[in-house]
């Protein structure tokens, strides 16, 4: 790592000679991609770490999405929101789908299912929730919703792998889930996605929608696209799954000692913990709020300047952007919850590896400019790992 900055994230790469041996294997078969024993492996092995039934690979989570909305045939309006990644209203975009943003929850910062109904028009044939840190959504009220009014759900759970709740995976819930193993993920193939489905059926058509809508040689099915994952990066899933429970445990600890160091500074404020029973902590949100002496900008650029590269995700939201902004959903009038997150949002660095000086340098240049500083030189609790 460069000893002159903390970047928000870095990826998970396990040592170099670990991976050697996929790739001699990968250079034997001469099979690059087009489904082969890697691309199989992962698949079988990433059903049985997440503990679900199927799962398709994609080139990434973007297109997860987009063939996601494919398979389930879903057009007209979808109800979203407006607090997430740009990629999750783009992939409605790229089906001729308009987005109908919805305010989120205060606490858990997901789609407010309570504002839901009030969006459904006529053209609305389904819902995009995004499970945002990795932190469940209202999942059984939105399936209820789905249910009253014969909606398709689609959970961008770009940020969820490995989270789970009481019934186990939490990417079971909805018609769809969509991962992102892009390298900023908890979880990466450097790029790549899958799709989480509930039956083989659907699962065939995912297969052939990202193969071309190929179903054999000689007939295509549909207009498909090519979303296929290659050997190497499924080969290099593979060898991150060997890595990836130790990876969580790192973040699970980083998340512990950020939450002591920031308990006693007055107007910073970190995010519960969602309703889920196990999370992956993929990223360390804080929000900060009135009573601290500088605004959020003004924390992101000291913090920029003192090297700790901070991230405002998810600023501007979505709804914000030029392409989005003259929908009527997208008003800020209409997105009240999420207008006032988005202006207090700061991300902290969170990455396996990350060092406890380096966690406690973090947070020691927030309380310098917060207004306890004194009683914020502290022991810092141990940290086994880090
Ligand atoms: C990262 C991300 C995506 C896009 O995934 P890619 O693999 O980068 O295409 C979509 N939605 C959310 C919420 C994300 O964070």
Not at 147 to 158: G, Q
Not at 245 to 266: C, K, V
Not at 299 to 327: A, C, K, T
Request: with cysteine; net charge negative; hydrophobic share 40%.
């Amino acid at each position: 790592m460069n000893d002159n900055f903390i970047p928000v994230t870095s990826p998970l790469l396990p040592p170099l000679e670990e991976f050697v041996p996929y790739l001699e294997e990968i250079w034997k078969s001469r099979f690059l991609t087009n489904g082969g024993a890697m691309h199989q492996a992962l698949e079988q092995a990433l059903c049985e770490h997440l503990g679900v039934q199927h799962i398709s690979l994609v080139t990434n989570g973007t297109l997860a999405l987009v063939t996601a909305l494919q398979t389930l045939r879903i057009t007209g309006e979808v109800i979203t929101t407006p607090y997430s990644f740009v990629a999750t209203s783009h992939a409605l975009s790229w089906n001729g789908i308009k987005p109908v943003f919805v305010d989120i929850d205060p606490v858990t910062l997901n789609l407010d299912p309570d504002k839901i109904e009030s969006a459904i028009t006529p053209q609305t044939t389904a819902i995009m929730p995004v499970h945002c840190y990795g932190n469940l959504c209202a999942v059984d009220e939105i399936q209820r919703i789905a249910d009253t009014y014969n909606l398709k759900v689609v959970y961008d759970a770009a940020h969820a792998f490995g989270v789970k709740d009481n019934g186990g995976s939490i990417l079971r819930h909805g018609d769809l889930s969509i991962l992102s193993f892009h390298a900023t993920k908890v979880f990466n193939t450097f790029e790549g996605g899958a799709i989480i489905c509930p039956d083989e059926k659907t699962k065939q058509r995912i297969d052939n929608f990202k193969n071309f809508g190929f179903l054999d040689e000689t007939t295509v099915l549909m207009p498909g696209i090519n979303g296929k994952l290659n050997e190497v990066s499924a080969a290099f899933g593979l060898l991150q799954l060997k890595h990836i429970d130790e990876a969580l445990a790192q973040r699970q600890e980083i998340d512990q000692l950020y939450r002591y160091l920031l308990a006693d500074i007055r107007g910073i404020r970190c995010l519960p913990p969602g309703p889920q029973t196990f999370s992956n902590h993929a990223y360390f949100p804080i929000l900060v709020e009135e009573d601290f002496p500088l605004r959020r900008d003004e924390l992101y650029s000291f913090m920029r300047e003192q090297g700790v590269l901070v991230r405002r995700y998810f600023y501007p939201l979505i709804s914000d952007f030029s392409m989005y902004n003259s929908l009527p959903s997208a008003k800020p009038a209409n997105l009240p919850v999420a207008s006032s997150v988005a202006a207090k949002i700061l991300c902290l660095p969170i990455y396996p590896g990350l060092s406890r000086e380096n966690i406690g340098l973090i947070a020691d240049l927030i309380a310098i400019v917060g207004p306890k500083f004194e009683s914020n030189i502290i022991e810092y609790p141990p940290v086994a790992n880090l």
